[in-house]
């Protein structure tokens, strides 16, 4: 029961910075699956087949020809979280029993089913190294939480988790402006620096949270588009240099990222000493608090599995 409450509290963390016009009525989802399903860009990366969109807007989904079902009439074999293995869809274990649905569900394609309900960025402009070799939402080796840790991507840039900071003095930390992207589903994110107030928004825009220091009185940003060229150049000849020297340029592109344990990048941010300024940032004191207090760290270290308790249970 305790490791629900802190799913449930770490996972409503992404629902305070776009807050729905009504709150969600999850009634048809007793297994409380929208939980963590509900919020766009929520995305797995997957090494061959691109990406894999986990949210299910819950209004649209309610008004599909499926709404009257939870999630688990037609995702039997889901008991737990993480369900990174076996996710299949039963259409004909509680519905469509005659041989003939069996034959139409058989044709249907299961991949594009809920595709009118979801929403997610695919493409985003961003000139930096870190994105000619890496993919829009990056994380993927960590199955428990890579859907979660994908969801940074509409809110900040990588370079806020992943700078080595003791190299740059005098950081801090604002909006990077607006960037130009395209979405899968209704736009969602930041539009727009939410300091001004009378900035418009746009289908296509939204502002990230990034670094930037003080160069000689000058704002400078910590975005690394100074290595973006010799990235490329390395990516079009990676497959002619040997191994050592693929090695070594790869450790250039990163002298100065730090990979970090997932637990030390989430308490970075989500503590009372974290480095993000909310309020500086624009965000109200009832956000600001929400997001400095919830125990996203409770969540990645003390917990691997999550089973589904029977909550709703009459």
């Not at 969600?24 to 860009?41: S, V």
């Not at 509680?94 to 569900?105: G, I, M, P, T, Y």
């Not at 806020?160 to 209704?186: M, Q, S």
């Not at 990034?210 to 704002?219: A, C, K, L």
Request: proline share 4%.
């Amino acid at each position: 029961m305790n490791a629900r409450i802190i799913l449930v509290a770490s996972i409503t963390l992404w629902g305070l910075l776009w807050s729905p016009a009504h709150p969600p009525a999850l009634a048809m989802d007793p297994d409380g699956c929208l939980t963590c399903h509900q919020y766009p860009g929520m995305v797995t990366s997957e090494d061959h087949a691109g990406i894999k969109l986990l949210h299910i807007d819950e209004d649209r989904y309610l008004q599909s020809a499926h709404g009257k079902l939870s999630c688990k009439q037609c995702h039997t074999v889901i008991e737990k979280v993480p369900h990174t293995g076996d996710t299949r869809v039963e259409c004909t274990t509680q519905c469509h029993l005659s041989d003939a649905e069996k034959r139409k569900v058989s044709e249907v394609a299961l991949d594009e089913f809920h595709r009118g309900e979801q929403s997610a960025i695919v493409r985003l402009d961003d000139p930096t190294s870190c994105r000619v070799c890496h993919p829009l939402y990056p994380h993927r080796q960590n199955n428990m939480v890579r859907g979660l840790l994908n969801l940074h991507t509409g809110f900040m840039v990588c370079s806020v988790c992943h700078l080595k900071r003791e190299k740059f003095p005098d950081i801090y930390y604002d909006w990077n402006g607006t960037e130009t992207a395209d979405f899968i589903g209704e736009p969602f994110g930041t539009f727009y620096n939410p300091k001004l107030k009378r900035a418009s928004k746009s289908q296509h825009f939204l502002s990230r949270i990034s670094v930037y220091t003080r160069d000689q009185g000058e704002r400078k940003s910590l975005m690394n588009t100074w290595d973006t060229a010799a990235a490329h150049e390395f990516k079009s000849r990676q497959k002619d240099l040997s191994p050592v020297a693929q090695k070594e340029r790869q450790a250039f592109f990163h002298r100065d990222i730090s990979r970090k344990e997932i637990s030390v990048a989430c308490d970075e941010c989500h503590s009372k000493d974290g480095i993000l300024d909310f309020k500086a940032l624009g965000f109200d004191e009832h956000i600001s608090s929400n997001l400095i207090n919830l125990n996203i760290k409770g969540l990645v270290t003390h917990y691997k599995t999550f089973y589904f308790p029977q909550l709703f249970e009459k």
